[in-house]
């Protein structure tokens, strides 16, 4: 039975072997960061500075990101210092943190509130603080930290600024309530439809 099994097995067991391999090395080296705390950096806000004529992001639960492309001598960010803080631009692209939000057009860029941000055309939903990213794998992650420490890889995306682009080609506006924005025929609540909800009337519950 084990003969008939035997490729599948070695395979697991390289696989095993690799893994912890990998957990090993970053265990025990340094990540190379691309900056740190200490880095003696300009600030633009709690999130954006920049160094070395580069823009670099701090995303909690994970230190700095390059912001790969972004124009430090034109990158700007929000006058709110916390709840637009996440979200900049340049002249080329809207950035989530160090992530790019495809399609909006940074010169008619419009914080709408709660975490929505359009261009008249393109909208989306931007979360305000940073979650970790199920997106990438346990084994991903570790491949990419051993390629970060040998200088092969960039640092992987293990936590984001999450967002989600709504239907193209509406007016949005934000509502009273926490991430909640509507269009004429829609609702959303952290930039997710709710199927049920009358985008008119919505509004919290209040609890005495």
Same mark, same amino acid.
């Not at 979650?131 to 570790?142: A, D, M, P, Q, Y």
């Given at each position: 039975?084990?003969?008939?099994?035997?490729?599948?097995?070695?395979?697991?067991?390289?696989?095993?072997?690799?893994?912890?391999?990998?957990?090993? *090395?970053?265990?025990?080296? =340094? $990540?190379?960061?691309?900056?740190?705390? +200490?880095?003696?950096?300009? /600030?633009?806000? @709690?999130? *954006?500075?920049?160094?070395? =004529? $580069?823009?670099?992001?701090?995303?909690? +639960?994970?230190?700095?990101? /390059?912001?790969? @492309?972004?124009?430090?001598?034109?990158?700007?960010?929000?006058?709110?210092?916390?709840?637009?803080?996440?979200?900049?631009?340049?002249?080329?692209?809207?950035?989530?943190?160090?992530?790019?939000?495809?399609?909006?057009?940074?010169?008619?860029?419009?914080?709408?509130?709660?975490?929505?941000?359009?261009?008249?055309?393109?909208?989306?939903?931007?979360?305000?603080?940073?979650?970790?990213?199920?997106?990438?794998?346990?084994?991903?992650?570790?491949?990419?930290?051993?390629?970060?420490?040998?200088?092969?890889?960039?640092?992987?995306?293990?936590?984001?600024?999450?967002?989600?682009?709504?239907?193209?080609?509406?007016?949005?506006?934000?509502?009273?309530?926490?991430?909640?924005?509507?269009?004429?025929?829609?609702?959303?609540?952290?930039?997710?439809?709710?199927?049920?909800?009358?985008?008119?009337?919505?509004?919290?519950?209040?609890?005495?």
């Amino acid at each position: 039975m084990f003969y008939r099994f035997r490729f599948l097995i070695v395979g697991l067991l390289i696989l095993i072997f690799i893994s912890c391999f990998g957990v090993l *090395y970053v265990s025990l080296s =340094d $990540k190379a960061e691309p900056i740190t705390y +200490s880095t003696p950096k300009t /600030e633009l806000n @709690g999130v *954006y500075c920049t160094y070395e =004529d $580069k823009v670099y992001a701090m995303v909690p +639960s994970n230190g700095y990101y /390059e912001v790969i @492309g972004a124009n430090a001598k034109t990158f700007k960010t929000f006058t709110d210092n916390y709840q637009d803080a996440h979200i900049g631009w340049d002249a080329n692209h809207v950035y989530a943190g160090n992530i790019i939000l495809k399609g909006l057009n940074p010169n008619k860029l419009i914080a709408l509130a709660n975490n929505y941000y359009t261009d008249g055309e393109t909208t989306y939903f931007c979360a305000r603080n940073s979650e970790s990213n199920e997106e990438l794998g346990v084994l991903k992650e570790v491949i990419q930290l051993v390629g970060q420490n040998m200088g092969l890889a960039d640092k992987p995306q293990n936590y984001w600024y999450p967002f989600v682009e709504l239907p193209k080609n509406q007016h949005y506006t934000s509502k009273v309530g926490f991430a909640i924005g509507a269009n004429a025929h829609q609702a959303f609540f952290k930039g997710q439809k709710m199927p049920e909800a009358d985008p008119r009337s919505i509004r919290p519950l209040k609890i005495r």
